[in-house]
């Protein structure tokens, strides 16, 4: 069973803050994905990363940075967190192995920047 | 342009009546399709994609390359059916592009 782990349910920052989002998958995935979940706006990728090392801007990466050291841990980096950014922060892995595009989701870390 | 399009912001339907959940999609190559669903307090997961063409849970989606359409349907909404649903295409090199999301109301 395919497991993708984010390291919070819930964090509270203040503005200004350095912020960090950690996310591990256990599947020996490829790929992973940032995206941000909004009420009426659905699903937009921050960043991902097809290998380690390697990271793509997506459609909203301003504000946001990326980590890809090791092949199952992703991280997310608010450089300075701003009330903006709250929002629920999904991370997803997926494998480009076969044919299976299957995507798999954390379950989710809810920021909220005070 | 690529991009998926689902024009409920929420729907609400009775216990036993048909649901039918609307995703349209734009995309210039062959397009892989997939519903995603989220129950509240739980993560986002696949519910089914149009390559394996399966029923789960009763719901039902085909894809309709003339209307650029993947509608998802079910013929007796169930509550357990409440929940919010993404329609998702995979656009190749590794990017998914989802919709806005229907939030799915069954009512007892």
């Known amino acids: 069973d395919v497991k993708v782990t984010q390291s919070s349910r819930y964090l509270v920052k203040r503005t200004g803050e350095k912020v960090f989002l950690e996310c591990v998958q256990d599947m020996d995935h490829e790929n992973m994905f940032w995206y941000r979940q909004d009420p009426g706006l659905g699903l937009r990728l921050i960043y991902f990363?097809?290998?380690?090392?390697?990271?793509e801007k997506g459609d909203i990466p301003e504000g946001y940075s990326v980590s890809r050291e090791k092949k199952e841990r992703f991280s997310l980096i608010l450089e300075s967190a701003s009330t903006n950014q709250t929002s629920m922060y999904l991370c997803a892995s997926s494998t480009t192995t076969g044919l299976d595009t299957e995507a798999f989701f954390g379950q989710g870390t809810r920021l909220t920047v005070v | 342009a690529q991009r998926v399009t689902q024009p409920e912001k929420l729907l609400s339907v009775f216990k036993g009546a048909p649901v039918e959940l609307k995703c349209n999609y734009s995309y210039s190559g062959s397009p892989e399709l997939f519903w995603y669903v989220q129950y509240s307090r739980q993560r986002l997961q696949l519910l089914l994609r149009?390559?394996s063409r399966e029923s789960i849970k009763g719901f039902t989606a085909d894809l309709n390359k003339g209307e650029t359409s993947f509608h998802l349907k079910k013929p007796f909404a169930q509550e357990e059916d409440s929940a919010m649903y993404y329609c998702?295409?995979?656009?190749?090199?590794?990017?998914?592009?989802f919709g806005t999301g229907t939030r799915l109301k069954v009512l007892a």
């Open positions: 149009h390559i």
């Open positions: 998702a295409l995979f656009a190749g090199t590794y990017k998914y592009i």
């Open positions: 990363s097809y290998d380690v090392k390697m990271k």
